[in-house]
């Protein structure tokens, strides 16, 4: 195992992206929900963001995009929870022993989590994709191939039972002691 003096640096490091990257999503969050009350405020910014759309009433397309919206905002959300997850386990690292229970309970979170980021993207694609169909309502989703988010599911919920599994036979063995 490192001293906690040569991994330092690389988690001081890692742990600055990762509030940047809360930040960033943050700034996300806050630039989609005023968008969305500029569109409920002036019918133009959301035809200026979706284009015109047909075959449905203003305030129904409102109601549309706003939706779309909203579960982006929910699925940005679930992207802090995640990171936040992630942060605490390097935390641990940081502290020096990272083969905790607390851990192995992160990382199933933080698969259960990604879990619902994948389904939730997806599904939130189809939704506009099906919109752009219907309504020509321009609303461009691309979560892009889900495949990578589902592996790391899978990887996350194998290290949760690992880190489980580990912490148990430590536990054993220092009790035997």
């Known amino acids: 195992m490192?001293?906690?003096e040569a991994t330092?640096?690389?988690?001081?490091?890692?742990r600055g992206l990762l509030l940047l990257f809360l930040l960033l999503i943050g700034i996300a969050i806050l630039a989609m929900?005023?968008?969305?009350?500029?569109a409920g405020i002036d019918h133009d910014v959301m035809v200026e963001i979706a284009g015109p759309a047909r075959n449905i009433a203003s305030t129904s397309a409102f109601a549309l995009f706003a939706a779309?919206?909203?579960c982006g905002m929910v699925l940005l959300l679930l992207a802090v929870t995640f990171v936040r997850h992630l942060l605490a386990i390097l935390d641990s690292v940081g502290a020096g022993d990272p083969f905790i229970p607390a851990n192995a309970?992160?990382?199933d979170a933080m698969a259960r989590t990604m879990l619902a980021i994948v389904i939730g993207g997806f599904a939130l694609e189809m939704f506009a994709r099906w919109l752009e169909a219907r309504y020509a309502f321009g609303v461009s989703v691309d979560i892009g191939n889900p495949a990578g988010g589902l592996m790391l599911v899978l990887v996350l919920f194998v290290l949760?039972?690992?880190?489980?599994?580990?912490t148990a036979l430590r536990e054993?063995?220092?009790?035997?002691?």
């Open 105 to 107: 309970k992160r990382l």
């Open 160 to 166: 949760a039972r690992v880190f489980a599994h580990g």
């Open 33 to 38: 929900a005023l968008i969305t009350a500029a």
């Open 68 to 70: 779309i919206m909203a």
């Open 2 to 4: 490192l001293a906690p």
């Open 8 to 14: 330092d640096l690389p988690l001081r490091m890692l």
């Open 172 to 177: 054993d063995l220092e009790g035997t002691v």
